[in-house]
């Protein structure tokens, strides 16, 4: 089992930067793949970014390819999603989620909800133009 608890959200103005991170409970973080999703008002919760549970293998969404960066921290059990460029298209809330990797393989950056096992209880952002 494992907690995930999301931090960092807030209003920012179109163009600026927010980091998010994702504390993860339990001594195992390192066997899990990670990924941040995102569910604006009236859509589906879709992925963003994943990172694989072994030689950090990234995936972004094109949305956000070349302006977010996701990484992780093993020692402090965090995973951190860096948002530059930002627009007011981004605005939703962001959800932490974690897959246990020796489910699927060392480079796998799973992409969709069902995916994965656990989930935060997610923290807003919001961009204005």
């Known amino acids: 089992q494992v907690q995930l608890v999301e931090s960092g959200g807030g209003l920012v103005q179109a163009g600026g930067s927010l980091r998010l991170s994702c504390l993860a409970s339990?001594?195992?973080?390192?066997?899990?793949?990670m990924g941040w999703f995102r569910q604006a008002p009236g859509k589906e919760r879709a992925v963003v970014a994943a990172?694989?549970?072994?030689?950090?293998?990234?995936y972004y969404a094109d949305s956000v390819k070349g302006r977010f960066t996701i990484s992780r921290d093993s020692a402090k059990n965090t995973v951190y999603l860096q948002m530059n460029s930002l627009k007011p298209e981004d605005t939703a809330v962001y959800y932490c989620?974690?897959?246990?990797?020796?489910?699927?393989?060392?480079?796998?950056?799973?992409?969709?909800?069902?995916?994965?096992?656990?989930w935060g209880q997610g923290t807003q952002v919001t961009v204005s133009s």
């Open positions: 339990g001594r195992t973080f390192s066997r899990y793949a």
């Open positions: 989620a974690a897959k246990l990797g020796e489910s699927v393989g060392y480079f796998t950056t799973p992409r969709t909800r069902a995916a994965y096992d656990y």
């Open positions: 990172i694989s549970w072994i030689g950090e293998t990234t």
